[in-house]
DNA sequence: TCTGGGGTCCTAGGACCC
DNA sequence: TCTGGGGTCCTAGGACCC
């Protein structure tokens, strides 16, 4: 059965969120980003597109594209906000709503048209909604699965709408760039380029078994994907796979060498490691460290697997530094980052020893305030004086709205 | 004057057990 | 005391996404 699916890509969602709440901002060319000189451009608008300000670009190099461009520092909670009530908003249309991240989505409207009419229809209402609501713009394509409505989101923005309807796959594919398809990305794009593929239509037409030979069990995938195929169901709300890991990384301000200080850093990637493990009710088993040396291209990262589950900062902090003195390091440190993996989900029980009872209790009374009040106002003594030390967090594009499974469902 | 942060999936190789 | 093979668990690293 044909399936009709919408994706929908909000618009430089950042930067239009930001002209949206200080009308001096519009029209005007500006970059959102965090805060600290290490710094990217993690949204521009399409007034600084023009100049060539790009995602990823360090702010110095962004302002040498456009002298007159505007840093904003990004404000995580109007984004979230923003993205749910958008969200919500894609629910009176169909329940199956897939958030991609905090500026996409996937809607499976093939059981709403006897209701909507077409999925243009549903396109334009929805569009017209967002705009009046919240001013601004959003890009939607129409396709028969995923992968093609994405690519379809693509063709046209800013404020585009495109179909790309069974009998038009082909067409489209023919002559399309590899590289377009979302799950090709640079590397699989050169391999492809050895071979001599180039388009979508020369990837749909290569023998399975060529590319089986040169990438494993996703050659077949990559057939399919040139000829448009793409059987992978919207996943609702609430129904998404349970989360696998819990990390936290963060570039310093300056790089460090001192043992206090990368003990500092430690600490604190650990105990917002531990904070969040405990709001998502799961523990781990697998902790990892990864450091990025002052070069910027030499890393690495060690992970070691205990015998218990754990989710208390400090028995996080313990087997990061284990990791840590099992290595020498070899430069000063730019980037460390802590993740906590092979989680158990089920819900914790009071543990039987009073002791570890009030530890528990404490901990939870420290979640409490963190999450009331930002992300350091508690926490262990010794992060205090540094606490500007450390980058700003900045929120990625991608970035998924934790508390977005508690969308209203009317 | 450089280049963020949070994830998932896959591969390859080693240890260990049957 | 040798041989091969399968399965599981673990580590390290890379590709990809937003």
């Known amino acids: ?54 995602t990823g670009m360090a702010v110095w190099e962004a302002r040498r594209c456009c002298p007159e461009l505007i840093i904003v520092i990004g404000d995580n909670r109007k984004y979230t906000h923003t993205s749910r009530e958008i969200m919500a908003m894609m629910l009176d249309y169909t329940p199956e709503v897939e958030v991609f991240s905090i500026d996409e989505a996937f809607m499976d409207v093939t059981h709403s048209l006897s209701i909507f009419g077409t999925p243009e229809n549903i396109a334009f209402e929805l569009k017209a909604r967002i705009r009046n609501r919240f001013g601004i713009t959003c890009s939607i394509g129409i396709a028969p699965n995923k992968l093609l409505a994405k690519l379809a989101s693509d063709m046209q923005k800013p404020d585009g709408l495109t179909t790309i309807p069974p009998e038009g796959i082909a067409g489209v594919m023919e002559r399309l760039p590899v590289k377009d398809l979302c799950g090709i990305g640079r590397n699989t794009e050169r391999q492809l380029a050895l071979m001599g593929i180039r388009t979508c239509g020369e990837l749909g037409r290569c023998a399975e078994e060529r590319l089986t030979r040169k990438f494993g069990i996703l050659g077949p995938r990559l057939r399919r994907m040139g000829q448009g195929r793409d059987d992978s169901p919207v996943v609702p709300f609430g129904e998404e796979a349970e989360v696998k890991s819990v990390g936290h990384s963060m570039t310093l301000e300056r790089d460090i060498e001192a043992r206090e200080d990368i003990l500092r850093v430690l600490l604190r990637l ?12 799961v523990s781990g088993r697998t902790v990892s460290l990864y450091i990025r040396y002052a070069d910027f291209f030499s890393s690495f990262g060690r ?55 009030k530890r528990l209790f404490a901990t939870r009374a420290m979640d409490e305030v963190n999450s009331r009040f930002g992300d350091t106002a508690v926490t262990f003594g010794t992060l205090l004086p540094e606490r500007e030390q450390s980058g700003s967090f900045v929120i990625a594009p991608a970035w998924r709205p934790s508390g977005i499974r508690n969308v209203d469902v009317k």
């Not at 015998?307 to 900062?313: A, D, E, H």
Request: proline letters at 3%; zero cysteines.
């Open 1 to 54: 059965m044909n399936r009709t699916i919408l994706h929908i890509d909000m618009n430089a969602f950042f930067a239009s969120v930001e002209q949206q709440a200080n009308p001096e901002l519009r029209g005007r060319p500006i970059a959102v980003t965090g805060s600290g000189h290490r710094t990217v451009i993690t949204t521009s608008s399409y007034e600084a597109r023009a100049f060539g300000v790009k």
């Open 270 to 281: 650990s105990e917002m490691v531990g904070r969040r493990a405990r709001r998502y009710n």
């Open 303 to 357: 992970q070691t697997t205990l015998k218990n589950y754990i989710n208390l900062s400090d028995e996080i902090y313990r087997a990061a530094l284990g990791i840590l003195d099992s290595v020498t390091l070899e430069q000063p440190v730019r980037l460390m980052g802590v993740t906590l993996s092979n989680l158990n989900h089920q819900a914790e029980q009071l543990p039987l020893f009073e002791e570890e009872r």
